[in-house]
């Protein structure tokens, strides 16, 4: 705790997620446990490319929460949109995706994103200007910037080219006679 306090005021240079992900890992070394953040890497998604990859599955699922927030979408709606803007079959892969982000970035950080997806989305709802709440003004910035068609093209994206790099050829070793 004394840690992470210590460290306030150059992680309010950083986004709301990563200083409660740096947070949760600093007070958790505090209480003697290891984040997952810090911990050893024991295999599983790594690198800039899954990194993208998970921030852009957060971001979709935002939009989700705040589309139904806002009542433009009913939930099934919303997540069908997605998957289409995705080029996906059906929107059970985006469901799943939460269950994996919660593993990859933590329950904390998750559930912070889409709470404020969703808070912003009832204050639009309920007729106020989430632009004019300092607190809310950024999160709701970045809710009115993305674009679901451009998330989706990243998305399809970020999967072809994971696709790529798993079924790369080996070249052979060829012996000399």
Not at 16 to 21: D, G, I, P
Not at 64 to 82: I, N, P, S, T, Y
Not at 132 to 156: E, K
């Amino acid at each position: 705790m004394l840690i992470a306090d210590s460290l306030e005021f150059p992680l309010i240079l950083l986004p709301t997620t990563t200083r409660l992900e740096l947070k949760a890992a600093f007070d958790a070394l505090w209480d003697g446990a290891v984040h997952p953040l810090l911990a050893p890497w024991k295999g599983g998604p790594r690198g800039i490319a899954w990194r993208r990859r998970a921030e852009i599955e957060l971001d979709l699922l935002a939009w989700v929460e705040w589309q139904v927030a806002r009542k433009h979408f009913r939930a099934g709606q919303a997540l069908e949109a997605v998957a289409q803007a995705c080029g996906l079959d059906s929107a059970q892969a985006i469901r799943n995706s939460k269950r994996r982000l919660i593993e990859w970035r933590g329950k904390a950080i998750v559930s912070a994103r889409l709470e404020e997806a969703a808070s912003i989305g009832l204050m639009e709802a309920a007729g106020k200007d989430p632009l004019r709440d300092p607190a809310a003004s950024a999160h709701a910035n970045r809710l009115h910037s993305l674009d679901i068609r451009a998330l989706g093209r990243a998305y399809t994206a970020t999967t072809l080219s994971r696709a790529a790099k798993v079924a790369k050829p080996r070249k052979s070793r060829q012996t000399r006679i």
